[in-house]
């Protein structure tokens, strides 16, 4: 279990004239999903970089205020340890395939292999994962030869082997088509069951009100808005950040206007079915 504070983050890239964090104050619970959204140069995978310390590790820069991870600094964590506590998911699953590997299995072995784990105990947790995901059937194929959506699969179950506390994932869905989009986030409420600590960065709403516990905001390098899901998406201010609510919480608003008014905003469609239910079945009663 572990959790991320965050106080007073700000940072510049070595080559920008401006800051692109700022004053950032953040407190991630352990075993949470939080979905961290904004308009395209907010700066969310800035700060996904700061979270698995490849800022100030790779990126140099001028980091100031504090980034915890357990308690401890990120710029006092060793990076090979801190990459083993924090698992980051690229935007591109062509970035994080090895290319040296010629079967999925071998792929999501090859981390701990790079760590040195006893073959006997490599082979069965990788069977774990192939498990957990469904994937036993393309288990013996070639890396190269999947779809995005599969590539993606595997390049979450080669990370998940690792068992990180943290999991770091940005935009896994912006190649996906529906099917596959589904099918990760199958998996990332696979990784949140397990009691992982996900930060995810995604665009899509109807997911976000679906799967995640918290909700930040970022833009021009700020936190606009932060807290539970249900409070974030059913407030029609979050639109002014750019954000378009689920259509959901859209016909909610509209039925408002029509004094249709339901006990609650309902930002999913199994919520939204379920005031609408009500607001019918009290209006049979009058
Ligand atoms: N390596 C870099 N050097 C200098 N500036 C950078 C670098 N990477 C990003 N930036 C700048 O930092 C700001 C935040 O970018 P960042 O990629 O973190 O935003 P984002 O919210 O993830 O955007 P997107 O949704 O487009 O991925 C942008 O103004 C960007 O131009």
Not at 30 to 56: D, E, H, Q
Not at 83 to 109: C, D, H, L, R
Not at 115 to 141: A, C, N, T
Request: net charge negative; aromatic share 6%.
């Amino acid at each position: 279990m572990s959790g991320i504070k965050i106080r007073n983050l700000s940072y510049q890239y070595p080559t920008g004239s401006d800051e692109v964090l700022h004053h950032i104050n953040l407190d991630i619970e352990s075993g949470k999903l939080y979905a961290l959204v904004g308009v395209n140069g907010g700066g969310k995978t800035t700060l996904c970089n700061v979270i698995r310390g490849f800022i100030p590790h790779f990126y140099k820069g001028d980091l100031s205020g504090e980034v915890l991870i357990d308690g401890k600094d990120v710029r006092t964590w060793d990076p090979s340890e801190l990459a083993e506590k924090v698992g980051f998911v690229f935007q591109n699953p062509f970035t994080q395939i090895s290319g040296v590997k010629e079967t999925v299995f071998n792929e999501i072995a090859f981390g701990l292999e790079n760590l040195g784990v006893e073959v006997s105990i490599i082979k069965k947790k990788v069977q774990d994962i192939i498990m957990l995901f469904g994937i036993e059937y393309m288990q013996h194929k070639n890396p190269n030869e999947l779809s995005g959506g599969q590539k993606q699969r595997v390049a979450l179950a080669s990370i998940l082997v690792m068992e990180p506390d943290i999991l770091v994932i940005d935009e896994p869905t912006s190649q996906l088509d529906p099917q596959g989009t589904e099918e990760i986030f199958k998996a990332i409420d696979i990784m949140k069951k397990k009691g992982k600590t996900i930060i995810l960065v995604e665009h899509k709403m109807e997911l976000i009100a679906e799967y995640a516990d918290f909700v930040i905001v970022l833009q021009d390098g700020q936190i606009m808005k932060q807290g539970r899901t249900e409070e974030v998406l059913s407030d029609e201010n979050t639109e002014q950040y750019g954000m378009e609510l689920t259509r959901y919480t859209q016909l909610n608003i509209e039925m408002r206007k029509h004094n249709m008014n339901t006990d609650r905003i309902p930002i999913t469609e199994k919520d939204s079915i379920e005031t609408i239910k009500k607001l019918i079945l009290q209006g049979v009663k009058q």
